[in-house]
């Protein structure tokens, strides 16, 4: 099944199996290194303009108030990095962690190591700090589910492809 959310070597894996092609670790790698070439081709036409009326005005908010801002994503970091600084909002945060990346010396494999990757770089370890003074601020169900299976209290935001029943779920 094709979800929104998922990590980009996830949604590739899905689409190869869903028309019953060959997968492989290379396979996935070449798929996703064509998809980046193409966004950062075509990439130009992302402008601050595409981000979402009142999301500035609310990072600076949380800036002014201190609150350390980390980005996260399933999309691989040379989108990710391409997409904040387009958009003007690479400036607010501290943080920024994706799917392309390696997590304990390994390719990253959902949503949650995606966020633990993140809050390791803030300086949080698993057993010695707890995660609940973050928030995790997500527009799909991988999101959301991330932030309970790491204990952090989550805002779903139905901006991508789920509405919020489907978030609530």
């Known amino acids: 099944e094709l979800k929104f959310g998922t990590t980009?070597?996830?949604f590739m894996k899905a689409v190869?199996?869903?028309y019953k092609k060959k997968s492989s670790p290379a396979i996935i790698q070449r798929l996703i290194d064509a998809y980046t070439q193409n966004v950062v081709r075509f990439g130009r036409e992302i402008t601050p303009k595409n981000v979402l009326p009142g999301v500035v005005n609310f990072l600076h908010y949380l800036k002014r108030k201190g609150v350390t801002l980390v980005a996260?994503?399933?999309n691989p970091k040379k989108?990710?990095?391409l997409l904040l600084k387009r958009t003007?909002?690479?400036s607010f945060f501290t943080v920024t962690a994706f799917s392309s990346e390696t997590f304990l010396g390994r390719s990253?494999?959902?949503r949650t190591e995606v966020l633990q990757l993140a809050l390791l770089r803030l300086g949080w370890r698993p057993g010695k700090h707890s995660p609940r003074l973050a928030i995790m601020v997500g527009d799909s169900?991988?999101?959301i589910l991330a932030s309970r299976a790491l204990g952090i209290p989550s805002i779903g935001v139905a901006t991508g492809g789920y509405n919020l029943k489907k978030l609530r779920d």
């Open 8 to 10: 980009e070597g996830g």
């Open 16 to 18: 190869l199996n869903h």
């Open 72 to 74: 996260i994503s399933g």
């Open 79 to 81: 989108i990710g990095d």
């Open 88 to 90: 003007k909002l690479n």
């Open 108 to 110: 990253i494999q959902n």
């Open 141 to 143: 169900p991988s999101d």
